[in-house]
């Protein structure tokens, strides 16, 4: 620890500061890998070099200092994750100003709120439907200067006042710039201190406006550094980065990837995850538990598809790959070896010709170990993935905390728990249970908001997260639960509804979405969204009309195959955790639709207000407190 903690102590002011050394110790290694059109309708990846990237950074930041951009002031990017907003990002904190970010995904209103509360002087628009929301809100961006596409041209009036211009445009105006000012871009970097801002995140939320997170120079560098204390990642790695880089779990793994000088292969597309990993062949990745949800739901879907045999070979191999795990980081812990008895591991070699190879394969075939954030992975799909040799090693964070504040300690991971704090984060817990934060990577408050600020962040530094959790004899953390998320019903009994939603989802193959409901009523009962491509699938193979979604969920069998894996969670559950009713919904929940965030994570409130009607038939002539 000691060689982590001088390695945090001796960190640069800001991370531009380590992507200019970066570049300078190793500017003909392989930086980032993205796809690109070729004639024949397919895709190649190519690849920058560290010279190759700075020399499109630095061409990119003199072109914003070109434009009147100056230190701290804030430059927004609205985009997909792809090489460009990398590029773009790197130059906002080159030229020393702070990054907006902006999901894509962001209505025309809110993406207004966004820019006009940042005061974002330069926006870069990914497309033409970006540039769209900010020209059609114009008149109250008084700041907004310029918009810069990064794909397309403007259209003739939009150029003719110079409001927008394209990538190139900027990058040969940098160009420009660089050669009566070679310097500019350095000297920049150099006057950086450890407490301007580099970032304003704006907190998806799942209720009101957004907040804006204000996360210094110094949040990154030092985050920067604490990643590559853990030792979990190295020169020679393959990281394949598909995560939102608007969102602060996405970002944060750009500082460590400038440490430690791996490659990143870069593809926002999340459709296209199944289809790039073989390519890629990561050997490691960042993702949200949703992913690995809807992975192994995909895998037990496509064993049904195969017939019965089949299937019950599946269910026999996720029995032993959970069991093999749970036993296997067991005999780690009290020993240091994952030993297993003999029958167990023949039975694991078994399973592993017969399924685990192959989903590995899947994954590429060198996956070396997946990080799961931004919400919590059900423990029994954690067990799965371990045991079948795809280790998903958990971590915690906010986007307040620069995302990574603990995280599992490679091999010696627990599954069920976050693991450890990263060297100079401190983690305590207060006597309600609440998980409280503090060190480097900190927030400097919420922008514009004192008194937001006052109520989560104290004068000596600890960060109230709103979380709930317990701390192990030897420091790992679990998280139990989202402070204000516990159900209290109307007999006086709290309860857990993400532990209750998560078995679900580890039982049931089908499911997308769960929403478990019961504060101040008598019984606790379930909205069940379920995943349309596997229920489709298991309706076609059941001979059901099966082109028509609303149909399969109206159909009698349906509901009966859900009720059964109902009827098993509750086996497991206290009798007052236990599902007395659900109802199914008409489509899965979705960013789209306003049911989840942009990180994927359920907006209760929202749910339960646009189905209310199904919520008040399970309660119908019941007696509430």
């Excluded at 639709?593 to 002539?621: C, Q, W």
Aim: glycine share 10%; aromatic share 8%; proline share 5%.
């Amino acid at each position: 620890m000691t060689d982590a903690q001088t390695l945090i102590d001796n960190r640069p002011p800001s991370v531009a500061g380590l992507f200019l050394q970066r570049v300078e110790e190793t500017p003909d290694a392989e930086a980032y890998r993205f796809p690109v059109p070729a004639g024949d309708g397919s895709e190649q990846w190519r690849s920058l070099t560290w010279g190759q990237a700075a020399e499109r950074v630095f061409a990119i930041a003199a072109g914003l200092i070109d434009l009147g951009v100056r230190p701290e002031e804030r430059v927004a990017i609205a985009s997909a994750t792809r090489v460009e907003w990398l590029l773009a990002d790197l130059a906002v904190l080159c030229a020393g100003a702070a990054t907006t970010t902006v999901y894509p995904s962001t209505n025309a209103d809110e993406s207004a709120f966004i820019l006009a509360d940042s005061g974002s002087r330069v926006l870069f628009a990914e497309n033409a439907g970006q540039l769209a929301k900010a020209r059609a809100h114009r008149a109250e961006l008084p700041d907004l200067a310029h918009v810069v596409l990064l794909d397309g041209a403007p259209d003739e009036d939009a150029a003719a006042d110079g409001w927008v211009l394209t990538l190139a445009d900027l990058e040969r105006r940098g160009a420009a710039y660089l050669e009566r000012h070679p310097e500019v871009v350095k000297k920049n970097v150099a006057a950086i201190t450890a407490d301007q801002l580099a970032t304003l995140i704006y907190t998806s939320g799942t209720t009101g406006r957004p907040k804006g997170v204000r996360l210094v120079h110094d949040c990154w560098s030092y985050m920067a550094k604490a990643i590559a204390a853990t030792g979990l990642i190295g020169a020679d790695d393959v990281q394949y980065l598909w995560l939102p880089l608007a969102h602060v779990f996405g970002k944060v793994l750009t500082a460590g990837q400038i440490e430690v000088g791996h490659v990143v292969a870069v593809d926002g597309r999340v459709d296209k995850i199944i289809e790039n990993l073989p390519v890629v062949r990561p050997t490691y990745m960042a993702a949200v538990p949703r992913i690995f949800e809807k992975v192994y739901n995909g895998v037990a879907a496509k064993a049904r598809e195969g017939g019965a045999a089949k299937y019950r070979i599946f269910q026999w191999a996720a029995g032993v790959a959970r069991e093999y795990a749970r036993v296997t980081q067991e005999n780690r812990r009290a020993s240091g070896r994952a030993s297993a008895p003999f029958k167990l591991a023949a039975q694991h070699a078994v399973a592993d010709k017969l399924v685990y190879a192959k989903l590995r394969e899947a994954f590429g075939g060198r996956l070396r170990a997946c990080i799961s954030g931004s919400a919590a992975l059900a423990p029994e799909i954690g067990y799965f993935f371990s045991g079948a040799g795809v280790h998903i090693l958990e971590g915690y964070g906010l986007t307040e905390s620069s995302a990574a504040s603990c995280v599992n300690p490679g091999e010696m991971y627990r599954t069920g728990t976050v693991g450890k704090p990263l060297p100079g984060t401190e983690v305590r817990i207060a006597e309600d249970g609440e998980i409280l934060l503090r060190g480097p990577g900190i927030m400097r408050g919420y922008h514009g908001l004192p008194e937001k600020t006052e109520e989560v962040l104290e004068a000596d530094g600890w960060f109230h997260t709103g979380d709930i959790g317990e701390l192990s004899d030897d420091g790992f953390l679990r998280i139990t639960d989202r402070k204000k998320d516990l159900i209290k019903t109307s007999g006086g009994k709290y309860i857990s509804p993400v532990e209750v939603e998560g078995r679900f989802k580890a039982l049931c193959p089908y499911v997308g979405n769960v929403l478990v409901i019961g504060a101040g009523r008598n019984f606790c009962t379930a909205l069940i969204a379920l995943d349309e491509p596997t229920i489709t699938a298991w309706a076609r193979e059941q001979g059901l009309p099966h082109t028509d979604y609303a149909a399969v969920i109206a159909a009698p069998r349906t509901r009966e195959l859900v009720e059964g894996y109902v009827a098993q969670v509750n086996e497991g559950l206290q009798r007052w955790q236990t599902i007395k009713k659900f109802r199914l919904l008409p489509r899965d929940l979705d960013v789209e639709h306003g049911d989840l965030t942009p990180s994927l994570k359920l907006k209760r409130p929202v749910v339960e207000r646009e189905f209310k009607n199904l919520i008040d038939e399970m309660y119908a002539g019941a007696v509430e407190a």
